[in-house]
């Protein structure tokens, strides 16, 4: 059973980092790229960027460079997003989906609030 | 970037009805559409890819159309467990970018 296990709720003061994981399991790691996604209340879906498996290739949608970077740890099926400098604005639930265009399962989401 | 005008925001409607989601895009993207669903308290679904295409184990009462810059999402005879909030998608140029959404509620 195909499955995206997304690491657990993070609280973050302004100006720190996180990093969120999102562990494969069920298929081929390698075989499909890993999408990321944020979601808000106030602004909908929005598309992050996805990262190659396989070589570790990224291509980010330009509002989030230099705000997320996205790895992957071939040994362990984890695809892990670090948000750097975080605001308010970042607070959100972050996705990552299976697929670059995202039809093959999502994870369960985290919800990353920016507080002081 | 493309944006996505996704229409309506909301509606009401009963079971056994159909109802139409509109999206139109800033500037064509052929027919690099998809549609996700999205249901209380879990992460979204894709229903449709490539515009006309169900995804698989989608019920036939969901129908993808449209080219261009003109979309649609159709659902026939609406079940309650379609209520949810429906998502448009374009994935021909990065950044992909969404619709705003359409909440489907049920009278």
């Known amino acids: 059973q195909v499955q995206l296990q997304q690491s657990g709720a993070e609280l973050a003061k302004p100006g720190s980092s996180v990093k969120i994981s999102c562990k494969a399991s069920?298929?081929?790691?390698?075989?499909?790229?890993i999408s990321w996604i944020k979601q808000t209340t106030g602004q909908g879906l929005e598309y992050i960027g996805y990262i190659n498996t396989g070589s570790g290739g990224t291509n980010y949608n330009e509002k989030f460079k230099g705000k997320a970077t996205l790895t992957v740890d071939k040994s362990s099926s984890t695809a892990f997003m670090q948000l750097s400098s975080l605001t308010p604005d970042d607070s959100a639930v972050y996705y990552c989906?299976?697929?670059?265009?995202?039809?093959?399962?999502w994870g369960q989401g985290v919800m990353v609030t920016v507080s002081s | 970037d493309t944006v996505m005008t996704q229409s309506p925001a909301s509606m009401s409607t009963s079971v056994g009805e159909r109802v139409t989601v509109n999206c139109k895009a800033s500037?064509?993207?052929?027919?690099?559409v998809a549609w996700f669903q999205q249901k209380p308290g879990q992460s979204p679904k894709r229903l449709i890819y490539?515009?006309?295409n169900r995804h698989t184990g989608v019920p036939d009462r969901f129908t993808g159309s449209g080219f261009g810059r003109d979309f649609t999402l159709t659902i026939s005879n609406v079940e309650a467990e379609d209520l949810a909030v429906y998502y448009c998608?374009?994935?021909?140029?990065?950044?992909?970018?969404f619709g705003a959404g359409t909440k489907l509620e049920l009278k």
């Open positions: 500037q064509s993207v052929g027919t690099v």
């Open positions: 490539l515009a006309t």
């Open positions: 989906a299976r697929g670059h265009t995202m039809g093959m399962g």
């Open positions: 998608l374009q994935y021909d140029s990065i950044p992909y970018t």
């Open positions: 069920g298929y081929t790691f390698t075989s499909y790229y």
